[in-house]
């Protein structure tokens, strides 16, 4: 079978040289068949000028953490978006648990004011953030390496201009900018939980049956907890295993903090069957079972043995 190439939507095929029914000339590096065609400049990711005429859902409403790069990733099929990638997160709130110290965003691209990636762009600017970089990769050198707190929700912004329904999708927006040095402290994360939807009966009144018991989530069932740490020496060490290096960075630290550090942690990435225990939270339960630890009322941890 010969490869022949379909002409693209705007662009003619060439006509062969020497008359109807000469082969074209052949294009060096191109597969056979194939006809030359004019290149298209790779489009500018812009940070200032959006016309005024959604992003993937992160199951997170706010988090803390530091952006690390922005990425742009072409090979959606809903169009070009822009991935941004924090590290040491802290989850300030969260419908379910999010136990990684990482978060990546996805945010579609557009160039108007008006969606997801103009709000979030404009969130930045107020906070005096690249608010004059032309572009994204100018806006890059004053983004990158800080720290954020970030909070997305549904918006809607705009209407579309033939059937008149109204655009919305999740914005991300920036918050603030953590300064260096700032005291911060993390609160526990707010898990919202599914309220029932009260149901009037209609017409006659009828037997309502009696709600049937909602299950509970288990327990994690806990992990082998480490030895007792002999004197309390909570210092890292290098001959530390994994599971006693977890340990004493769990002292002082809520829940989150200690995954923000420990998931990080060299010694702990290296034991790929201990981690486990860290991301389903066994390793804590095992801890507070057999009394090692104990959780004060500002869900701080404190090593006891």
Known sequence: MVYQQQPQYGQQMSTPQGGYGQPPQPVYGAPPGAMPGPSMPAPEIKWSGLSTGGAFKVPV???????????????????LRLIEKYDQVQILESPAPWPWATIDISIKYSDREESGWGRHVASAKVLGIAAQAPNLAAAKAELIGKMYELRQKDETYGEDAKTGQTFHGDVWRFVRVVQPGQAQTFPQPQYAQPQPTPVQPVGPQVAIPAQQPVAQTQSPAP??????????????????????????????????????????????????????????????????????????ADGKFQVVS
């Open 61 to 79: 409403i706010a988090f803390i953490g530091r952006l690390t790069s922005i990425v742009e990733d072409a090979g959606s099929q809903f169009g």
């Open 223 to 296: 992990a082998p907890a480490p030895q007792a740490t002999g004197g309390l020496n909570l210092t890292p060490d290098p001959s530390d295993t994994a599971a006693i290096r977890a340990k004493k960075l769990l002292n002082g630290r809520a829940l989150n903090e200690w995954l923000g550090v420990a998931l990080i942690d060299d010694r702990i990435k290296a034991d790929p069957a201990f981690i486990n225990s860290v991301y389903d939270q066994s390793f804590i339960v095992g801890l507070k079972a057999s009394g090692q630890v104990t959780q004060g």
